[in-house]
């Protein structure tokens, strides 16, 4: 079966300091990668999405960005963290195309103080 | 943009009663997804209703698609005090992108 894994689970730093979130799959092979990033009672924003390694789409420019150094590696980065950086930030996997559901990790917490 | 907006954004019901909640979309998708978000935690799938399907049955849950209205309803019936949570649905269009909802955040009362 498969699994997605994130870490860490929360994390607090402190503005202008850089960031690395990871999200790692099990169990398939070449899935679509996706990271959201959720504010406080608020819907699911996407951010980037992968079909592949090294393939990286942003949607919504901003402070952070994103890599796929492996087939089921996912890595979201920031040199200098903005206090609206804040938020509760998703990884996801699909297979290929859009007929087909999205399975999440258990997210990250992020405090920029 | 978010493609999704639900409605209504919270809903307070008693255990056994009905919850029924919207999510209106702008353009046309592939497909359309609804799923559970506990507090806290990750995502979880519920359910999948295609563009060329009107309406989707899985357990207590019943999904019904309007593409002419951009309109899809989740209805959950005889709630249990388990069904609180907040509820999103998502939309996929061409491509591999999904947009979510704002979601609706569901209190069930024992």
């Known amino acids: 079966s498969q699994t997605i894994h994130q870490w860490p689970a929360t994390l607090v730093q402190p503005v202008g300091s850089p960031l690395s979130l990871e999200c790692t799959v099990e169990?398939?092979?070449?899935?679509?990668l996706y990271w959201y990033r959720q504010a406080a009672g608020r819907g699911l924003q996407l951010l980037f999405y992968?079909?592949?390694?090294?393939?990286i789409s942003s949607e919504v420019p901003q402070n952070l960005s994103a890599s796929r150094p492996q087939d089921r590696q996912f890595i979201l980065s920031s040199k200098k963290l903005l206090l609206s950086d804040s938020g509760f930030y998703l990884c996801?996997?699909?297979?290929?195309?859009?007929?087909?559901?999205?399975?999440f990790g258990p997210g990250t917490r992020l405090t920029v103080t | 943009s978010q493609q999704g907006e639900e409605d209504p954004q919270a809903l307070s019901i008693q255990e056994g009663e009905n919850a029924t909640m919207n999510c209106s979309y702008k353009?046309?998708?592939?497909?359309l997804q609804w799923y559970r978000q506990n507090s806290g935690r990750g995502l979880v799938h519920l359910i999948l209703?295609?563009?060329?399907?009107r309406e989707k049955h899985s357990g207590r849950l019943r999904v019904t698609l309007d593409t002419s209205k951009k309109s899809s309803s989740l209805l959950i019936t005889a709630s249990r005090a388990a069904d609180t949570a907040s509820y999103f649905c998502?939309?996929?269009?061409?491509?591999?992108?999904?947009?979510f909802g704002t979601g609706t955040s569901l209190t069930v009362i024992p």
């Open positions: 996801a996997w699909s297979h290929h195309g859009t007929a087909y559901e999205q399975y």
């Open positions: 169990g398939t092979s070449n899935p679509n």
């Open positions: 992968s079909v592949g390694i090294g393939q």
């Open positions: 353009t046309s998708i592939n497909n």
């Open positions: 209703i295609r563009s060329n399907e």
């Open positions: 998502a939309t996929g269009l061409t491509g591999n992108q999904f947009y």
